[in-house]
């Protein structure tokens, strides 16, 4: 049986998962629109989120642990989020990417080095989305802006994101 912090983190990455799903989904409905040379790449994403969604998922059902209650929160919070900063434009989508994923790659580091003094079926589950969600930071940073204008967006993302994350701690 996993320790308590450690459902705890698995249930929050879980959770996180859905929310990044819900951000890349409404995006790409928008960029369709206005923006259809990045929707392959929004799509790739998508693709990434999905898998690691299920990955953690599998691990909560085999573990026989919940997922977090607040997990319509998440998808609620991630499409809204996802649709605003597609109106705002294309580099307020990277903008809004970069913020995420540097939030959560934040979030992992400490998460793995838990992680790997307590639970290494949980620290692998991690560790085989890390790669993906850099590249991502990556995207975000190159084709996003660092313009005054867009730290706004920048900052409303990262503490929207630490937020979610705390509160799903608690849920
Ligand atoms: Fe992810
Ligand atoms: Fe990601």
Same mark, same amino acid.
Request: glycine content about 6%; overall charge positive; aromatic content about 12%.
């Given at each position: 049986?996993?320790?308590?912090?450690?459902?705890?983190?698995?249930?929050?990455?879980?959770?996180? *998962?859905?929310?990044?799903?819900?951000?890349?989904? /409404?995006?790409?409905?928008?960029?369709? &629109?206005?923006?259809?040379?990045?929707?392959?790449?929004?799509?790739?994403? !998508?693709?990434? *989120?999905?898998?690691? &969604?299920?990955?953690?998922? /599998?691990?909560?059902?085999?573990?026989?642990?919940?997922?977090?209650?607040?997990?319509?929160?998440? /998808?609620?919070?991630?499409?809204?989020?996802? &649709?605003?900063?597609? =109106?705002?434009?294309?580099?307020?989508?990277?903008?809004?990417?970069?913020?995420? *994923?540097?939030?959560?790659?934040?979030? =992992?580091?400490?998460?793995?080095?838990? =992680?790997?003094?307590?639970?290494? /079926?949980?620290?692998?589950?991690?560790?085989?989305?890390?790669?993906?969600? *850099?590249?991502?930071?990556? =995207?975000?940073? !190159?084709?996003?802006?660092?313009?005054?204008?867009?730290?706004?967006?920048?900052?409303?993302?990262?503490?929207?994101?630490? &937020?979610?994350?705390?509160?799903?701690?608690? !849920?």
């Amino acid at each position: 049986m996993p320790k308590k912090e450690v459902k705890r983190i698995i249930r929050v990455d879980h959770a996180g *998962e859905r929310g990044a799903i819900s951000i890349y989904k /409404s995006q790409r409905f928008i960029a369709r &629109f206005f923006y259809k040379d990045i929707v392959a790449q929004l799509d790739e994403m !998508l693709a990434h *989120e999905k898998k690691h &969604f299920d990955t953690f998922n /599998s691990w909560l059902v085999s573990n026989q642990v919940r997922h977090c209650y607040a997990l319509w929160l998440w /998808s609620l919070g991630g499409y809204v989020l996802g &649709f605003i900063t597609a =109106l705002l434009g294309r580099k307020a989508i990277w903008v809004c990417t970069e913020a995420v *994923e540097t939030t959560v790659l934040h979030h =992992l580091d400490w998460q793995l080095d838990f =992680l790997e003094q307590h639970d290494l /079926s949980a620290h692998e589950a991690v560790v085989s989305i890390k790669a993906d969600e *850099e590249q991502h930071q990556n =995207l975000g940073f !190159l084709n996003g802006s660092n313009g005054m204008r867009y730290l706004p967006i920048q900052l409303v993302v990262k503490y929207s994101t630490r &937020f979610a994350i705390w509160l799903s701690t608690k !849920l």
